[in-house]
């Protein structure tokens, strides 16, 4: 594994190509993890992947496939009943700190409630102590990414739900991280707001030259964003396909409307469906 | 069934006084109708003429009251405080000693407070430690549930940005209870003058530290009713007064920032 220690702290600007490079070591690898919970539910039987720097991947499924789960351990937010997992070719996730190198998302937007947008954002350099000019330089630079200058003063609970996921997304961007995590984000948001949002964040993935696992399940929210697509199938939640999705970025509502996109989704509809059939 | 739209703040307020007055009216009337004798029932202008006339003798034992009350309160804040923060520190604490707090609840006041002056020397001492006991369980059993009550997204995200025990603690766990412990505060600001009144009656403290209790128990034996329902009163709007003084404070410390004292259409 000599080899994957110098690509560590390497951090690859993408080129207007943003094909994966299959060549570089990938950022994490999960081989035969399972995760069993105390009250013997399987929520994961033996899954293995790796995630490969500039990558788009989503894990695309039915609720209790194991999404969550598998995002957990790939936070390192859980450790696996079974199978191991290595990070940058590293047995445990890296330190948090300055320089934290996953970002997490989650369902919901997860705000302190008592404190301001700003507050908010600036959350995780605080935690790592981080010097105070220079974290609420990063909280500016993160809030202007996300489009929320205007309302750092504000308060959580005066923002709408698409913006307080800005916020939340924000949050995981002032680190600055290589690897991005999404809970299913979009979720809880109408559609409008949740179609700018994909869109945001595949402009994001690209300008900051982003890893980033996706965690949906909307088919049409997978094909649109991502390089691969993981679909995974329930009881016991498992990976059953291994789909790339070709189309170049940026993708646009031109995308939405193709045949190509269009095949694309019902394919993975299909799969999904025998999927279930098949576990009754 | 239909939204209840809330009413006006004139109606809110205006109606229970109105309720007084009508009160207080009626039982004027028929204290004159049936002649009853003060030392039964005494009326409203008698209590009110002897709130008057005995304001020297009530003003200083209300004082006295009200002084064990408000330590009393503070005592059980900080101890209760102290000992939800070493419940949230440690699940074996908490198992091991909260149904030794729950002992605490359910042990009538009047059963431990002639131990509690028995073993403390100091009668004012005494006093303000029973009803500290009195107070105690509502602020640790509140500011438990709490710092217990951290929304476990936010909780995870702790964990992922690796902050210490005193970061969670402070920065999010601390925070997450105010609205817990304000309503801890507001339960235990009650049973600290009650827990006062009740201990003075048992202890029967008289003479240059005599508190409201004391005036009641000699006012009864005396039949001086009259004062009786002066004091009563008195205890009655201290207390009210601490409730209020309270919920204030609460009110300050979350309004700004907190989701409880939000408008519910927000969320």
Known sequence: MDHLAGARHRRTALSTDIAPDAARAPIVVARDVAKTYASGTHALAPVSLAIRPGEFVTLLGPSG???TTLLHLIAGLDAPTQGTLRWWGEGAPPHAGDAQRIGYVFQSPTLLPWARVRANVRLPL????VER???????????????????????????????RMRVSIARALV????????????????????????????????????????????????VYL?????????RPGRIIADVPVGARYPRGNAFRASLAFAEQCVALSDLVAQASQADG | MAERAPLPRAVRIGAPVVVALVMLGLWQAVVTAWALP????????????????????????LVVTVTIAL????????????????????????????PYAILLQVTPIVAIAPLIIIWVRDTRVALVLCAAVVALFPVIANTTLGLRSVDPGLRDLFRLARATRWQTLWRLKVPSALPYFFGGLRIASGLALIGAVVAEFVAGTGGQGAGLAYQILMAGIQLNVPRLFAALLLIAAAGVALFVIVD??????????????????MR
């Open chain 1, 65 to 67: 496939c194991g999404k």
């Open chain 1, 226 to 234: 991502s390089t691969r697509i993981l679909v995974m199938a329930a």
């Open chain 2, 248 to 265: 204030a404070i609460s009110r300050i410390a979350l309004a700004q920032w907190h989701e409880s004292e939000l408008d519910p259409t």
């Open chain 2, 71 to 98: 330590a009393a309160f503070a005592l059980a804040i900080v101890a209760g405080v102290v000992i939800a923060l070493a419940f949230a520190q440690s699940r074996w604490i908490e198992a091991s000693f909260f």
């Open chain 1, 175 to 222: 680190t600055r991280p290589h690897l991005l995590l999404l809970d299913e984000p979009f979720g809880a948001l109408d559609e409008f707001s949740r179609h700018r949002l994909d869109d945001e964040l595949a402009a994001w993935w690209r300008s900051e030259a982003l890893t980033v696992v996706f965690v949906t399940h909307s088919i049409a929210e997978a």
């Open chain 2, 38 to 61: 003060p030392w039964l029932v005494p009326s409203p202008r008698a209590v009110l003429d002897t709130l008057v006339a005995d304001r020297a003798l009530l003003w200083s034992s």
């Open chain 1, 133 to 163: 000019a220079r974290a609420d330089a990063a909280v500016d630079a993160a809030l202007a990414r996300v489009g929320l200058d205007a309302f750092a003063r504000a308060f959580p609970r005066e923002l709408s739900g698409g913006m």
């Open chain 1, 126 to 129: 605080a935690l790592a102590n």
